[in-house]
């Protein structure tokens, strides 16, 4: 069985910063990309940023230049830094690991942790 947990979520007042961290372990051959989304009430799930494989990133427009997620494959976990907080970022984040769980698996499945919870304000 896969576990996803996710850490670092908290209260932060607008300008401010932090770093979640989401850990993979379990029966996992292979990780492909991950993502953090993050979610409001009365609103779709948000795709926030996502890391390749081989580390290309990409970031919802509104992230960008605040936001950096990155990844360290030997501790099977995915960051996501955020600095210059506003209370728009305020959601909880969801981390989401795509995987192999076979070496001749042709395509990955997938997995979410619970979420943590940001909230952004003075």
């Known amino acids: 069985q896969v576990r996803i947990v996710e850490s670092g979520g908290g209260l932060v007042q607008p300008g401010g910063s932090l770093r979640l961290s989401c850990a993979a372990s379990?029966?996992?051959?292979?990780?492909?990309?991950m993502g953090w989304y993050r979610q409001t009430p009365g609103i779709e799930r948000e795709l926030v940023a996502v890391?390749?494989?081989?580390?290309?990133?990409n970031y919802v427009d509104s992230v960008k230049g605040r936001f950096t997620i990155s990844r360290d494959n030997a501790k099977n976990t995915v960051y996501l830094q955020m600095n210059n907080l506003k209370p728009e970022d305020t959601a909880v984040y969801y981390c989401?690991?795509?995987?192999?769980?076979?070496?001749?698996?042709?395509?990955?499945?997938?997995?979410w942790g619970q979420g943590t919870q940001v909230t952004v304000s003075s």
């Open positions: 989401n690991v795509k995987y192999y769980i076979g070496i001749g698996d042709a395509r990955p499945l997938g997995s």
């Open positions: 379990g029966s996992i051959f292979r990780f492909d990309a």
């Open positions: 890391i390749t494989s081989s580390g290309n990133t």
